[in-house]
């Protein structure tokens, strides 16, 4: 392969390629043909693509000061956002999909070598007259300031060489080039006119017949692609394979991951390294990437507050902040206890700091207290060169992109992320001050729109576009997706520009022959681009029928069988063996062992018990979204704590039926601002409106439950958020109850809040719905009188109870005694270790503990 190179790189000839892909692929191919031919070191040879040629032959011009400045892309487009912004702000156009628009618009310009003035005459709507004038007026401030971009540093070294500044080089290759702008011609007749030469990399051999298979779908023919691929490669020779997929900067990720499925069986627990064994030629944008995303999130904390979730992302990214893991996890958890609200840096700390049960906060609490440091240090303006300092000095103080050494791939980022903040010092050029906000709106943009593929040393396999191998040559290519649907490829004329200028300058796309034209290049090119080339497309694509497409029919069709298709690797592991029961068993409890979790573990083991082994003795939770506003068990919490305030000096039913309605009020409002202190303490706005409509909420519930106190037999409240020891059976275990009553006769009342839904202590055949109560019953020594459920919903209090007074009053001691004994033998499996699957509970409450006890697919098997 590239026979060719070496005789075009003799005596310090230039090789130029379309694109920079291409030049690095020819730099390596140059480097490997010395190392074969025995050197041990070689000139690095002269292969550019055309931009980094055109401006490195700048370098050469006699008189440099009379060069204009050159500005880079993001330069550029501050600039067309400039020049257009007073024409769209009344309109609401989308300004960043206008920039885009226009400057791909300019850049077509430039290549096809078409002045202002030809853009204007040939305007036709609002839109290609808008441009036209913006264009000059971007074209003005460039000629004024003698600044040139990108498009037009070609035109530049043209009027160098025309005015003798420059002298163009003996011999030229170029290589790639399958649609060559006017412009490109321009430069060639300028090297000619010098007396250089002009050559062209030898285009490929004629194409050999087309071998056609087809497939079901576009799922099984990349896995066959890939399938085939390691076909290729199973000799062990050290060959180069190339999968064309059309829609491949559309769908990246997903067409990588089929091709994997079929080279690489099992890719997805075999490490990093077999997911790079497909290396894929399109990127994805930087701030897609964890690392850029988390440090664009940290720096916004700079200049704004962050919500409760993006605070969360924060804590839980190891990209930032430093620490142990396990403390940080533990200060997350902390946070999603707290209501959502926007926070400061130093309100976290505070909050934080304020909840402290001996964590260390470490590392963590550091950054939060230089981010608040760098927030008060903040100037109104400055320039973008000092900005861009600033930036990455926070990030380093905030350790990121986190511990240990950087691998290649990330260290490939970690560089363009600071290729991106030399972009944003070198706007002072274009802009020489602005606020913080504004350069990281610069930066957040800058990241959306660089698209980041970084290089990979394997070169076995790889995924490409189909415009991306131009030049290219590979020992086996498989050219996928060739339906009439996408060859030609849907395409479109720039709608800023009018089609009949398009037409006359002979523009891409300006003409439907035009696109067919250099379909069929396209597809030349990649058939010849191989020895082995595989030909394929889809039967069906998204519901509809297709066929192949008819440019194939040029080249001869040999139709063949479909490569079998390897299907899903875990399909072949669910396949493998029948589904074994190994008899094993969970051991029992420990003499020294605790329970954790409260009377519900008991409440889990007589419904599910695997339920409750995994949350009572392995101490897993549930770990619950963060909730926007007040979540339902804070406001619980507040309910619960608010109680507890009223009732704290432990009065009877004669005292709170004594206490004036002033009085009550006056006890309630004490109570609702202890229970509520600590909330608003570091609430911002929307939480504070929300903690007061919450706080009038409960001061009615809090004055009902007082009335219904009231309306009981008379009673001496004995206890409060008592905590109770529990133990029976062998499993130990602490509780707490809300509030447990004492009455004349000396037996007890305990009671249970409840603030969520109503809900009913005895179901209708009279067994208890849930046997917290009892576990409480059990943990006393005192007579009890009666079991009461207190629901405090939103609208009213209702009591529920069973007991003297209540419901089964006839039968109390009896049933009582009963429920306990059920609880005793729960606490006998417990202790023995039941870790049995309730396997007819709904999906909802099995859906948390579904990957540990395997709930769906017990009942598929059942």
């Given amino acids: 392969m590239y026979d060719w190179l070496s005789e075009a790189l003799e005596a310090d000839a230039i090789v130029v390629t379309a694109n920079r892909r291409l030049a690095r692929v020819l730099r390596h191919r140059f480097d490997q043909q010395q190392l074969i031919a025995g050197c041990i070191a070689w000139p690095t040879p002269l292969i550019e693509s055309w931009h980094d040629w055109l401006k ?284 959502s609200r926007q926070w400061t840096p130093r309100m976290v700390s505070g909050a934080l700091r304020d909840n402290d049960d001996g964590e260390r906060r470490g590392a963590w609490a550091t950054m939060l207290d230089g981010l608040t440091k760098r927030r008060q240090e903040i100037p109104l303006r400055d320039r973008p060169a000092n900005w861009a300092r600033f930036i990455d000095e926070t990030l380093q103080s905030a350790a990121w992109p986190g511990p240990g050494a950087l691998d290649s791939l990330d260290f490939q980022l970690v560089n363009r992320w600071r290729d991106l903040l030399n972009d944003l010092a070198r706007l002072e050029l274009v802009s020489p001050s602005m606020n913080l906000e504004t350069a990281l709106n610069r930066l957040q943009l800058f990241a959306a729109e660089t698209v980041f593929q970084p290089e990979s040393d394997s070169e076995a396999v790889q995924l490409l576009g189909s415009l991306e191998p131009s030049g290219a040559q590979f020992d086996a290519i498989w050219i996928s997706g060739l339906t009439a649907a996408k060859w030609p490829a849907a395409t479109s004329p720039s709608p800023l520009l009018s089609r009949q200028l398009q037409r006359q300058k002979s523009m891409p796309d300006a003409d439907p022959s035009d696109t067919l034209e250099y379909a069929r290049t396209t597809l030349t090119r990649l058939l010849g681009a191989a020895r082995t080339v595989v030909c394929s497309y889809p039967e069906n694509d998204e519901d509809a029928e297709q066929t192949h497409t008819h440019l194939l029919d040029e080249f001869g069709i040999q139709r063949k069988d479909a490569a079998p298709d390897p299907g899903w690797h875990a399909g072949t592991l669910s396949a493998s063996g029948k589904l074994v029961i190994v008899e094993d068993s969970v051991p029992p409890l420990q003499p020294e062992e605790r329970v954790n979790g409260g009377a519900n573990i008991l409440q889990l083991q007589m419904s599910d018990p695997l339920a409750a082994f995994i949350a009572g003795r392995l101490g897993v939770r549930t770990l619950q979204p963060q909730a926007s506003g007040i979540p339902a068990a804070i406001r619980g919490t507040i309910t619960h704590d608010a109680l507890q305030r009223l009732y704290a000096e432990c009065p009877g039913r004669s005292t709170i039926a004594g206490w004036l309605d002033q009085d009550v009020d006056e006890r309630i409002g004490k109570a609702l601002a202890i229970a509520f202190s600590r909330h608003q303490r570091y609430a911002d706005a929307v939480l504070r409106e929300l903690l007061a409509l919450e706080e009038q909420r409960l001061r009615g519930l809090l004055r009902a439950v007082a009335a219904e106190d009231v309306a009981r037999e008379p009673f001496t409240i004995d206890g409060v958020e008592r905590e109770i020891e529990f133990q029976e059976a062998g499993v130990r275990m602490t509780m707490r109850a809300d509030r447990i009553d004492r009455l004349p006769d000396d037996s007890i009342v305990i009671l249970d809040y409840k603030t969520g839904a109503k809900k009913t202590l005895l179901r209708g055949d009279g067994e208890p719905h849930t046997y917290q109560l009892v576990a409480y019953a059990c943990a006393v020594t005192d007579p009890i009188a009666a079991l009461l459920l207190v629901n405090i919903d939103s609208r009213e209090v209702v009591v529920d109870g069973a007991g003297r007074d209540y419901k089964g009053a006839d039968t109390w001691p009896d049933n009582l005694e009963r429920w306990q004994q059920e609880l005793r033998l729960a606490c006998e499996q417990l202790r023995r270790g039941d870790v049995r699957v309730n396997q007819v509970q709904g999906i909802t409450e099995a859906r948390p503990r579904n990957l540990l006890s395997r709930y769906t697919e017990l009942v598929r098997d059942a």
Avoid at 188 to 194: F, P
Avoid at 203 to 225: G, K
Avoid at 244 to 255: K, T
Wanted: with cysteine; proline share 5%.
């Fill in 56 to 339: 490195l032959s700048l370098r050469n011009v006699d008189r440099q000061r009379a060069l204009p400045t050159i500005i880079n892309a993001q330069q550029s487009q501050l600039l067309w956002e400039r020049c257009l912004a007073r024409e769209l702000s009344e309109s609401g156009s989308n300004l960043q999909g206008m920039v885009k628009l226009a400057r791909d618009a300019w850049q077509r310009l430039a290549d096809w070598q078409v002045t202002i003035k030809d853009v204007a005459r040939s305007a036709q709507t609002d839109d290609q007259r808008l441009f036209a004038s913006v264009a000059g007026r971007y074209l003005a401030i460039l000629e004024r300031e003698n600044w040139v971009d990108d498009a037009g540093v070609a035109e530049v070294l043209l009027r160098a060489v025309r005015e003798g500044q420059l002298q163009m080089p003996g011999q030229v290759t170029f290589a790639g080039f399958d649609r060559p702008p006017p412009v490109v011609a321009s430069v060639q007749e300028a090297i000619r006119a010098g007396s250089g030469e002009v050559r062209h990399a030898p285009a490929s051999e004629n194409p050999p017949p087309v071998v056609l298979q087809s497939f079901d779908n576009t799922e099984a023919e990349l896995r066959a692609a890939g399938a085939w691929a390691r076909e290729q490669l199973r000799d062990g020779t050290q060959r180069s394979i190339a999968i064309i997929s059309g829609d491949l900067e559309q769908q990246a990720e997903r067409n990588a991951r089929l091709v994997r499925e079929g080279l690489v069986p099992g890719w997805q627990y075999g490490g990093e390294t077999q997911r790079r064994a497909v290396n894929v030629s399109y990127g994805r944008s930087l701030s897609d990437y964890p690392a850029v995303a988390i440090a664009l999130l940290l720096l916004r904390w700079l200049v704004r507050d962050l919500t409760s979730i993006e605070v969360s992302q924060l804590l839980r990214s190891p990209l930032i902040g430093g620490g142990d893991p396990g403390d940080r996890a533990r200060l997350e958890l902390r946070l999603r206890r707290l209501p």
